[in-house]
């Protein structure tokens, strides 16, 4: 389910079957690496719509959380996103991100943390974005029902 | 060769006829196509979309078929991949199942599930179907799959919308 007025009307009919929270976190710059995080968020925004389309039923995607390259705050806004969201019954909390700059902040959160490289589709034909992009998602997907096994 | 003598009067009026058949043909062409144009009208396939998948391929497995499409949202026209699990069944019939579980709309996947084998599964709740699309009692989904009309043309497959069906 995506953050729009349909699919959260879904959501509060069935809230008890969505355990799965996804929190797409993309960094902005304005320095050399702008262009950069542009194409970070413009894969991860494809790979996570993917996702969603996929397992609808149980994962709820959220907004993006945008936030200002190497600005100290945004761990503690973070983790107060992710307290909400626990709250709210969502037992699994997933963030997408290609911004490192998290994987040392990885222990500080409960949630579970993916760090993908990010690829830069610009210059790509349709066909191979896709494939590529498929690739990328089925690992995902695996990634998420083993997950979901373990309870 | 015999030496025929074209006259002027004779070269004026083949010229003037000449060029006034053409124009009479540049008026009259347009209109003979507008007045026959349900004729020339080729077969369109309406709603149904084509797919890559050949008639021929079609076996008793399902087997997965993307296609694509464009889909317009308002203002916002969007290149959109539908998916459908087509199989012969028992009857030799082409069945084209939607993806889509009718429990919160994951996409199902066929035979998957080690513990149900030969089932189409939803790997969000643990959903089950029959192969003929029907859903399993006792599991989420509270309807059969939605089925595609289908359609052969140039020996491809084509589907249309996806209809739901009465359950179980």
């Given at each position: 389910m995506r953050w729009v007025a349909a699919d959260v009307e879904m959501y509060q009919k069935a809230a008890e079957y969505v355990d799965t929270a996804i929190v797409p976190l993309l960094p902005v710059s304005f320095g050399d690496d702008m262009k950069q995080n542009a194409s970070m968020a413009e894969f991860i925004g494809i790979l996570t719509t993917q996702l969603e389309k996929q397992f609808k039923g149980r994962i709820f995607l959220f907004p993006d959380f945008v936030y200002i390259k190497g600005h100290e705050a945004s761990i503690k806004a973070l983790k107060e996103w992710e307290n909400t969201l626990l709250d709210k019954q969502f037992k699994h909390v997933f963030y997408v991100t290609s911004?490192?700059?998290?994987r040392q902040q990885e222990?500080?959160?409960t949630g579970n943390l993916l760090w993908l490289p990010s690829?830069?589709?610009?210059?790509?034909q349709e066909q191979q974005k896709v494939s590529i992009v498929e690739d990328q998602v089925k690992q995902l997907l695996s990634l998420f029902t083993e997950k979901w096994q373990e309870d | 060769m015999s030496k025929h003598r074209v006259s002027r009067r004779q070269f004026l009026n083949y010229t003037l006829t000449g060029v006034g058949g053409f124009m009479a043909a540049g008026m009259l062409m347009p209109m003979v196509r507008f007045a026959v144009d349900p004729v020339l009208k080729g077969e369109d396939a309406g709603d149904f979309i084509a797919t890559?998948?050949?008639?021929?391929?079609?076996?008793n497995e399902p087997q997965k078929v993307n296609f694509s499409f464009t889909q317009k949202d308002a203002w916002y026209e969007s290149e959109e991949t539908g998916t459908a699990w087509v199989f012969k069944n028992e009857g030799g019939e082409i069945v084209a199942l939607s993806p889509?579980?009718?429990?919160?709309g994951c996409v199902v996947d066929w035979n998957t599930d080690k513990k149900n084998p030969n089932m189409f599964f939803c790997p969000c709740h643990y959903g089950l179907y029959e192969k003929d699309g029907m859903n399993v009692k006792?599991?989420?989904?509270?309807a059969p799959l939605d089925v595609y009309p289908t359609k052969e043309k140039d020996g491809f497959l084509y589907v249309g919308k996806a209809e739901p069906r009465k359950g179980a």
């Open positions: 911004d490192s700059s998290w222990k500080e959160l690829l830069s589709l610009e210059h790509m | 890559p998948l050949k008639i021929a391929d079609i076996t889509v579980c009718k429990h919160l006792g599991t989420p989904p509270l």
